[in-house]
Structures are given as C-alpha cells and as structure tokens.
C-alpha cells in the first residue's frame, strides 16, 4: 500500500457508521467559525502560514486563495505584503460573498467550485495558499500537483496536526460506544506529498486559544449535529462538554483546524 493510498483509506473511514442514523446532516459548516477567524487574522496577522506567504511577496505579486473561505489566509497579507490582486476559489457560496465584503478595495476575483477542478479557471499567481483543505481531500496527487503548476513561486498549505473531528472521538465513545478514527496526521500527509516528490519546508506552531463561537450554545449545536444526535440531546451534549473542560466563555470549535497546526511550503513550477 502507497502512502497516498493510505491517506485516501484513512480519510475514507470518516464516514458515519451504519449503525448511527443521523437526524440531519452531521457534516456542518460553522460558518460563524471562519468568519471570526478571518476578521481576526486580516485585523491582526499571525502564524507561520502568513509569515511564509509574506516572504514570497517582499516584490509585488498576486495571490491565489484556494478554499479561501472569508480570507484568512489571502487578505491578511493585503496592505502588509505586495499584493496586486487575489483570486478567491471555495465551494461555498456565503463564504465567497463575506469575502468579497471584506476584500473591498482590493482588486479580486471569485471561482465558486472545487480544486483543480478549476484550475485552468484560476490561472497562475505567484503565491498559492490553501488553508485547512486537505482533509477534505482523498486524492491528494492532482490536488497538490495543481498547487504546484498555479505558483510562480510558492505554495503555503496551512493543516491541523491531525484530523480535526479526532477532537470529537470521547464523544462518540460516549454517545454511542464507537472508537472514531484517529488518523490521517500531518505526517501522513508528508509521506503521500513525497510519493509525488514535493519536500515542502515544514513548520509545527500553535494558534492561541480564540472565542470562535459567540454563544457557548451555537457550540453545542454544532457537535450535537456532528455526533448525529437529535434536537433533544443538547443538555447532555452540554454536559459532557463542560466535563471534557470546555470553557463557555472560550468556545473553541472542535472539528475544523483546532490549535495544532502545520504549515507547508515549497517552490512553485510556473
């Protein structure tokens, strides 16, 4: 078995367990989550994934931003960096327009859909970002060889430690009795990168804790629907957040990035 193969396995055991029949879809999109993180990031820059992007912009240049969401990792290097321009590609529509909202003044572009789908759409640019995707992606050899042909000069790929719903793994075992997968990892994904012969720079850092939920509540919801439990299953929900040390006042999201990140960059081919 190949490393890409086993990254593809890995990803592919996410899937919901027959045995559990969820009420409504348990794939959410905090929306709010990313929102929060842009504002903050774009008011206030931090992390190796900036810092990496910034250094291939000391001379102006354009940015592509793929599964761009609000900007996080695009439009905080807009007046900080020599950016000419920024091309926004994500497959959800409501993210693109509050990147658009926040990108005003800024010359832009959106592609609503998937990479590298439209690649041939999104052209080159001289740095290519991509922030927290990869999970989402099975077939890591075109995805990531795509990267590679749309930068002139570097692809920065952002990526939890590991898989992020594992944050959610005692709760499944609680709710419902079942050990949730515990991989795939950075280091995965460093082994199917090198079968396709990218040896990015690698940097290990940490986001400081952030309220990325207004309400504790909105928090709640979200793993409810994450553990395919029903509407009334929200007190206990609760409770068992606040027992795993939760605070309501902090609400972290626990299922998208998390804390422990990776930042990944190599040189670009066009």
Request: charged fraction near 25%; include cysteine; hydrophobic fraction near 45%.
């Amino acid at each position: 078995m190949t490393a890409l193969s086993t990254w593809r396995d890995l990803l592919a055991a996410w899937a919901i367990p027959d045995t559990v029949h969820p009420p409504e879809s348990p794939w959410v999109l905090p929306r709010e989550v990313f929102l929060r993180r842009a504002d903050r990031q774009i008011a206030e820059p931090i992390g190796a994934t900036h810092r990496l992007a910034a250094e291939a912009l000391r001379e102006p240049g354009t940015v592509l931003d793929v599964g761009a969401a609000a900007g996080a990792a695009s439009l905080s290097l807009v007046g900080r960096s020599n950016v000419t321009s920024v091309t926004a590609l994500d497959t959800d529509d409501e993210l693109l327009a509050a990147f658009a909202e926040r990108a005003a003044g800024v010359e832009h572009r959106l592609l609503s859909g998937r990479w590298p789908e439209l690649a041939e759409s999104a052209g080159v640019a001289d740095v290519v970002v991509c922030g927290n995707v990869v999970y989402n992606v099975p077939d890591l050899a075109p995805f990531a060889a795509a990267l590679t042909a749309a930068a002139r000069r570097r692809v920065v790929v952002e990526t939890a430690a590991r898989h992020p719903l594992t944050a959610l793994n005692p709760l499944w075992q609680r709710f419902h009795g079942i050990e949730r997968p515990t991989g795939p990892t950075a280091e995965d994904l460093l082994a199917a990168l090198a079968e396709i012969g990218i040896e990015p720079k690698v940097v290990v850092w940490q986001r400081p804790p952030e309220r990325e939920y207004a309400e504790f509540a909105t928090m709640v919801d979200v793993v409810r629907r994450r553990l395919c439990l029903p509407a009334d299953a929200a007190g206990e929900v609760e409770r068992a957040l606040l027992e795993m040390g939760v605070d309501p006042e902090m609400p972290p999201d626990l299922g998208s990035s998390g804390r422990d990140l990776v930042t990944l960059a190599w040189p670009g081919s066009a």
